[in-house]
């Protein structure tokens, strides 16, 4: 069985590592639904999502596994305006190029094999609050 556990602390290790005390990272906590909590530099979740374990036919490993890991990242201000989106895009391009640069994810997998994105808005009268789902998804052996 993989250790989907290890996966999520090695993105959190890789995030923290290249990103220093910008965002606040969490992994497997609750979701943020403060947007004071993501207004200064921004938060980041990291989160479990799927494994799917798929039998092989041939070679020394037995069993191919998909897995897939959500990093939700928001962003918030106090009043509506484009600086929320600017913001939300350059966190998102920071995320990605961090884990393409790694696309084995600290050794936890054996490569990166799709990387998708969702966007989420969280707008109301007095805050913008908006945020970006990265599903990765990669391949390991066990």
């Not at 090695?10 to 965002?23: H, N, P, Q, S």
């Not at 036919?57 to 191919?64: A, Q």
């Amino acid at each position: 069985m993989l250790n989907r556990a290890l996966i999520g602390k090695a993105v959190e290790t890789l995030l923290r590592e290249k990103t220093g005390d910008k965002y606040k990272i969490v992994r497997n906590a609750p979701r943020n639904e403060d947007p004071n909590a993501a207004a200064e530099g921004g938060w980041i979740g990291i989160y479990r999502a799927r494994a799917t374990y798929r039998k092989l036919t041939t070679g020394p490993t037995p069993w191919i596994t998909e897995v897939e890991l959500d990093i939700e990242i928001q962003v918030a201000a106090m009043q509506e305006g484009e600086d929320v989106e600017d913001r939300l895009q350059a966190a998102e391009a920071e995320i990605i190029g961090i884990l393409t640069a790694d696309r084995n994810l600290g050794g936890t997998v054996h490569t990166i094999k799709e990387i998708t994105v969702d966007d989420e808005l969280n707008a109301n009268a007095s805050t913008d609050h908006q945020a970006t789902i990265i599903t990765v998804k990669g391949e390991a052996r066990v």
